[in-house]
């Protein structure tokens, strides 16, 4: 894979048919890039149960994403992270506007900040935050709401969301953020893997 032999040391995945569908879609996919790659993956979308974090977990993912899930029902946390430790479960932190979006972005809960507290409360070991209002568009980050969750919290926080330019990972960095997902600014060629390790040296 291009990701790896350019340096990635962690692979992020969204199985997005997953999200919107069927919870098993793209399972042989998934379990073929967990043992053709031999890197660390965390892995995202149609986690929608219990038995589905379980399962992906003990097929050999990294970390799993809990979003929604974790929203309706936060022991869930609970319950993997005294199983299978809290490193391996990443809680979501989707927020629009200042709030925890959940069902695919598509309704909002209450405030990110108090949702991501009672994550880690429960037993995530880290959150993943994404700034839904700008995720895709490559338009750069917002800078002030990552600071504030990061500031909240006592696990690390990774970043995803708007982030385009070496000068985005540095500005993360600094505030504190253990990493950055990057996505669209890689397939559209806007930042290459390289450049976001040189900057977050």
């Not at 009672?118 to 338009?139: H, K, M, P, R």
């Not at 505030?175 to 397939?187: E, K, M, R």
Request: charged share 25%.
């Amino acid at each position: 894979m291009r990701w790896i032999q350019a340096g990635a040391r962690q692979l992020h995945v969204v199985n997005l048919d997953g999200a919107f569908g069927d919870a098993s879609a793209n399972a042989g996919l998934i379990q073929e890039i967990i043992r053709e790659t031999g890197i660390e993956i965390q892995l995202g979308g149609g986690i929608r149960t219990l038995s589905d974090a379980r399962g992906w977990l003990e097929a050999g993912v990294t970390r799993v994403i809990i979003g929604t899930l974790a929203v309706r029902d936060p022991r869930v946390l609970t319950t993997l992270a005294d199983t299978f430790g809290r490193d391996r479960i990443m809680a979501g932190v989707d927020a629009r506007q200042g709030r925890i979006a959940v069902e695919g972005w598509e309704k909002s809960g209450g405030d990110y900040i108090e949702a991501a507290r009672t994550f880690e409360e429960t037993g995530a070991g880290s959150l993943l935050y994404t700034n839904v209002d700008i995720e895709g568009l490559q338009q750069g980050i917002r800078i002030e709401p990552a600071s504030r969750l990061i500031s909240a919290v006592r696990i690390p926080v990774v970043v995803a969301g708007g982030i385009t330019s070496p000068a985005d990972v540095r500005a993360l960095k600094e505030i504190g953020a253990y990493g950055v997902v990057l996505g669209s600014a890689l397939y559209a060629g806007r930042l290459t893997v390289r450049e976001a390790l040189e900057a977050a040296r």
